[in-house]
């Protein structure tokens, strides 16, 4: 069994009654804190224990050289890696002589909570020291949602029972010691050249260190200041080295008595400006907060988190943990999007270093669209991220011999950094779920500027290189050979039909984004031909079909493979692929994480109702679910075919999956695809939102668990509440002009008027079907309350 | 134009006459002499000036760590490359207070010659130093074919006109510094640690260094004496250093005397015997080559290249720059294989540093079956070596979750080297060559001991793979999926026809063998459920075709591919993975190297005739030949097809590849699978000879510029002699049994007695296919004597 952290069920919190410090570093990424912009794991603020130190800007990376034991023309040499920066959460304090440790002396009471509608982390401790004094900590700590560059903390000592001095000494510590190197590919690389002086000072009880990055030359600040209050008698000094800046704070107190530090943390990066300039950024921003003032930035912090509730309402009832689990996936959406502000929005956010920081095609396909119908600027900061890159994009077309532009599989600063191109640049569905996030977004937003500024040349770009990566073959179909759909444990496929059909999408949305701005179009050098071309394409694309089977074949080739050998493979060989050579996975039928069940959610209306049953039954016995990216799209379209139970189970795995560490790897940072897929799940799976011809459609539809599912989306200047219990469902529109919408097959028309009630469908699935030996996922029982007891399920993702 | 070594053309010697520095490193690599147990480049005696300084032994080598960018499991941790130990080879001279350095004064003269018959590489050099000394240098040089741990030198200095003192510097120099690390990957790894000293001393006129390598811990001993012939006077002294040792005469020489003196040079190398006992046993093989002394070393040598050319006798009429050609190609086979003796062949023998000494498929392929029909014992070693790491490649095989054996793509010692696993592990083939090379030794020589011994398990164990790695589909066909076949411009391709023609003839030999020993069979556990299963496999083995194009499709999807873009493709963009990423050539229409036209040398028996020259004539046009491995099957099936002027270019590139340096590496070692090839392009394909039911088969056939071709070949305890003009063939058994062989499609006996003419058959060929715009080979002008003036090709392989 699983150690596992002790989450008390609350609405709005996440509530850690006692501290467990096996799941020390499992804590610190479920209490990260970040605004996109900068990210503080929830480290203690003493810095020890500590699982795995993080502190965090959005971007800024080092660079470190890609090996190869034989090198290939197109490999990529260097890789960038999200790196530690200052630690500014720093706050130690000594008891008469004892340091305050939790592992010394006796630790009485501990609690955590992030609270989800203030956006604040807050911290008690009782502890009495070594040497028997007894006293009482408590801090709060936020990553300011309205000051992009601020982060704050509020500490407070008193003692229990006899007078003690204390002295708190709040630092910023640049190139903290990390721990060990993972072997597990998953984790990210460390053991970096440390961050390398340019200056360090303090002043009164301010202090700041400058440093930069050695291969990368990023100049990064951070400054600290201080408000103290506390009983008469204090002494305050402060300090700084190269590493180190420090303020400490000396007193005696006495029960009753108490020092309180309010500590703001201010953070500044670039790759051009001088050292004078990032020097006066952060004190400025300094000076902004500290005129704010802690309860200040505590207040537009609760505005801000409860104007994004409005629009990103989500509730269940009859499962109090999973309606938890899904706030709590919703908040860090919040926290890894808002601010991210033409910056990626890495695969872990800025929770943790798992896969170096990168960001992959998680973000546009699982990501974006949850934000773009509940935060749409978030969705639109990072797609204009990516239009930032597409310089670096064409060339890398160029430089692989293809047009347009050809985005990386993952990245930070927008070069390919992946090191294993069958799985990396070979996955060139990327550009196709790019432009996915694209014309989605545009679709729901009718953004005309956005489209023109960004949308347009992204869907363009990408559709030039689907022209020029497929051919029209003697038979007059487009073929799109050699390249990896989103199941890693296929490689190279001819005809991927999630590509195609992405592809097919991407070709058609540039060719009508070029009719509806055809002066952007003629700037970009698109003529008719041109679109005749994309059209063409589409029009042609070859999807696959399994006339034997009646199914269809995830590539040309994939079920004339063997099939995965399930019986002999004991639940210890999962993951696969720690355990089994790529060769034998690729050349097999067995699934890694949902490829044609994914382009069945997507490109719904390519397939038939009864097709997609057909698919989904063939699916899902070979499907492992190695990846977190899995569950949610199995669960979306278990619901779209009738398979609610099922449904269910695979929402309930990926609304638990950092919050019980299933995948075993949260201490390297929160899944934030699959924290999304919660979202998705019920909007998606139990909402059965789609977007019909550029239209709203609904097919609600609630699994026995469940009895009440209500939630917001906006969508073009407007907010739309469904309301969904077994009997009906009820649309209401909560702002905005009429809209026409589609519940199943039925249109009706929405305004703020009256709202409209509509009976709940009433669906048939065949049999359930059944998934790999000891891979299916655990029953979620209905009003389940069962605390931090499932089954390990050893998969990973 | 490429500069050239200046080579006259002579029957019996690859004869230089003056020294171009410019391609010093290539001709190292020509005039490089082994034994397949030692290598020494052609290296100048006096050290300097050097392209690549070079003495090996074979498997000695040492290990590198195999970085990744992103790992896997299976993935090989360790390479092996091959080093540059104790170098013997070097003489110094000083003449008066000059030393003798060919940069400085005047060469009046320069020759070297590599005698062919005699196994001896002799230098001779005029001199004026730049002080005015006129002096010659004449030095020879063998490694013994009969004394295998022995190289000699017999050095002579004079001078020509005035007194002069010399001092001449005979020494051992281990750590030699290495020129810089290439970038392109077919170069070896250099910039290893260096050796570890054990031992050293002088005594007398006899030296001795011992070292270890620092990871792969072998021990490696380099012993060296002399014999000094000279006028009175002379005076001789020893000394030693860890990494030298160094015997040094000098003496005043008036013009008519000469220094001479005798170099004897034993090596030794172990991974388990001691110091002392490596110490001693190198000196034992000093003093019985000294016991030998120089001229009987030379006789012995002599004597036993003679023996092999009756065996590999293979004369050409019309074409004398050809004939020297062939010459060198067969007496580097004889120097790379016949002292291997349970070695490893490596690719480019013990000639360079190329693909860090490893060994590969072409070995079993393109060098064993040529050593088969001429010094068989060399190919029995070879496949003896084969059988010593069987364990190693059952290992692999349980790795990868795979029965039987697994050979490593490339290696030294057994363990799987390749550090990129789709042209690497995954390309299984490697198997059936060397079931191939079984099969055929076995058939060639009906040498049932080693049948025993060593062929059935090796048949054995890459049957089991072969039945373990494909599997009978819904259809009952037995498939291989995921496989990468000869050509490295394709990978992961499912039921390459190479490889499944091939695992087909394996599964059948196995089973065949076994029932020919059922006592050793049933020692290896095998059942006749087994055999059963090995021959439905082969029976049931899919073969596709193309029946739109009526062609043998490479692979199941290969015809369906877009054919690559040749019209674009400059000709400074071959060879192509030097400047295309490998994605990209995998899923087009793009033949590296002969595939699927191998298939047809090696599997005649399942095309007929009109399905390979349709064949041929598809695959011509795909084919860019950026392997050198590819133009000798490219002659042989051309001249099966009747496309014979096109087998004669084919044939000139093969001969002239290192020669000429076409491929622009012969610096790095010398391409023993090319130079084998101009046998077999010889005697396969104008000689047309095949291994039919067991049974020798001929067609013979001659381009315009051959008049007359004559070769002998062993087989079965024969001898047996073909001689082919234009209008008849004549057969001749010379040695041995009556046998029947094949003249086309007449049964024909030979016997001792008296010879059996045929008229040579007259074939039709439909019009000459092309090949790629700018990659057909050069014309070969009948009757060529064009001196080194080929265009460049700019192929490599």
Redesign the interface.
């Known amino acids: 069994m699983m150690k596992q952290p002790a989450f008390a069920i609350e609405a709005w919190k996440i509530h850690e009654t006692t501290l467990n410090l096996d799941v020390l570093a499992q804590t610190e990424s479920v209490f990260a804190l970040s605004n996109g912009h900068i990210g503080l794991r929830g480290n203690l603020d003493e810095g020890e224990p500590c699982g795995l130190p993080g502190t965090y800007l959005n971007s800024l990376y080092e660079l470190r050289p890609?090996?190869?034991?034989?090198?290939?023309?197109?490999y990529?040499e260097s890789?960038q890696t999200i790196i530690n920066v200052t630690n500014g959460k720093i706050i130690r304090l000594l008891v008469d002589d004892a340091p305050f440790d939790i592992r010394y002396g006796q630790l009485q009471r501990h609690e955590r909570e992030l609270d989800l509608r203030e956006g604040v982390l807050r911290r008690t401790a009782s502890w009495i020291s070594p040497t028997g004094r007894s006293i009482k900590v408590s801090s709060n700590r936020l990553v300011s949602f309205t000051q992009r560059a601020i982060a704050a903390i509020s500490y407070e000592v008193e003692p229990l029972d006899t007078p003690v001095r204390v002295v708190v000494q709040s630092e910023l510590v640049a190139n903290e010691a990390l721990p060990g190197v993972s072997?597990d590919?998953r984790a990210g690389t460390v053991s970096l050249a440390p961050l390398e002086s340019e200056e360090h000072e303090v002043q009164n009880l301010r202090g700041l260190l400058i440093h930069h990055t050695q291969a990368s030359h990023l100049r990064i600040g951070a400054a600290m200041d201080h408000l103290v209050v506390g009983p008469e008698g204090m002494t305050m000094e402060a300090e700084s080295t190269p590493n180190i800046a420090r303020v400490s704070v000396s007193v005696r107190l006495r029960p009753g008595e108490r020092l309180r530090i309010t500590k703001f943390l201010a953070y500044g990066w670039s790759s051009q400006r001088s050292l004078s300039a990032i020097h006066d950024q952060i004190i400025a921003a300094l000076t902004a907060a500290r005129s704010t003032g802690w309860e200040g930035l505590l207040a537009e912090q609760r505005d801000f988190v409860q104007e994004f509730w409005k629009n990103a309402r989500l509730e269940i009832e009859g499962d109090a943990e999973l309606q938890e689990a899904v706030r709590f996936a919703q908040f860090h959406a919040l926290q890894a999007g808002v601010r991210g502000e033409q910056r990626p929005i890495p695969a872990k956010g800025l929770t943790g270093p798992g896969y170096d920081g990168h960001t992959f095609w998680d973000t546009e396909i699982f990501v974006l669209p949850a934000l773009t119908l509940t935060f749409p600027a978030a969705a639109a900061g990072a797609l204009r991220w990516r239009h930032s890159t597409l310089p670096l994009a064409r060339k890398r077309a160029h430089?692989?011999?293809l047009r347009g532009a050809a985005f990386p599989w993952r990245t930070i600063h927008g070069e390919e950094c992946?090191?294993?191109?069958?799985a990396g640049?070979?996955a060139f569905h990327i550009n196709a779920d790019i432009a996915y996030a694209v014309a989605f977004y545009i679709a729901c937003t009718e953004d005309r500027v956005f489209e023109q500024e960004v949308g347009l040349e992204l869907l363009v770009e990408t559709a030039r290189l689907w022209r020029s990566l497929g051919?029209l073959?003697i038979h007059g179909q487009f073929?799109i050979?050699?390249?990896t759909g989103p199941d890693e444990y296929s490689?190279?496929a001819?005809n991927n039909v999630y590509t195609n059909l992405l592809a097919q999408q991407n070709l058609r949305a540039a060719a009508e984004a070029s009719r509806r701005h055809p002066q952007v179009a003629l700037s970009l050098g698109i003529d008719t031909d041109e679109i005749a071309s994309w059209n063409e394409a589409a029009e042609k694309m070859l999807i696959p079909y399994d006339q034997d089977l009646q199914v269809t074949p995830q590539d040309?080739?994939f079920t004339?493979?063997?099939r995965w050998n399930f019986a002999d493979t004991t639940p210890e060989q999962y993951p696969l692929?720690?355990?089994?050579?790529?060769?034998?996975l690729?050349?097999?039928q067995v699934v890694k994480q949902a490829d044609l069940v994914l382009a069945m959610h997507l490109r719904g209306d390519a397939f038939s109702p009864e097709q997609k049953a057909r698919n989904f039954a063939y699916y899902e016995p070979l499907t492992v679910r190695d990846s977190s990216l899995s569950a949610a799209t199995q669960a979306v379209i278990a619901a779209e075919v009738g398979h609610l139970q099922l449904a269910y189970d695979y929402f309930a795995e990926t609304a638990f999956l950092d919050l019980y560490d299933l995948a075993q790897n949260t201490r390297d940072g929160l899944h934030l695809a699959s924290l999304l897929g919660t979202w998705t799940t019920l909007v998606a799976g139990f909402g059965g939102l789609r977007l019909r011809g550029g239209s709203l459609a609904f097919g609600p539809r609630l699994p026995e668990g469940i009895t009440r599912l209500t939630f917001h989306v906006v969508f073009r200047n407007r907010r739309i509440g469904v309301d969904i219990t077994a009997t009906e469902v009820r649309y209401a529109l909560l702002e905005g002009e009429p809209l026409a919408v589609w519940h199943e097959r039925e249109n009706i028309t929405l305004s703020t008027q009256e709202a409209v009630i509509q009976p709940t469908p009433r669906i048939q699935a065949g049999p359930r079907p059944k998934q790999p030996p000891g891979r299916a996922p655990l029953k979620r029982a209905a009003h389940s309350l069962s605390k931090g007891t499932p089954e390990p399920l050893h998969h990973n993702g």
């Open positions: 890609l090996p190869y034991p034989e090198g290939g023309y197109g990529p890789g072997t590919p430089q692989l011999g992946s090191g294993y191109w069958p640049t070979a051919f073959d073929r050979n050699g390249v490689a190279l001819n040309d080739a004339s493979y063997e692929f720690l355990y089994v050579p790529y060769f034998d690729y050349r097999k």
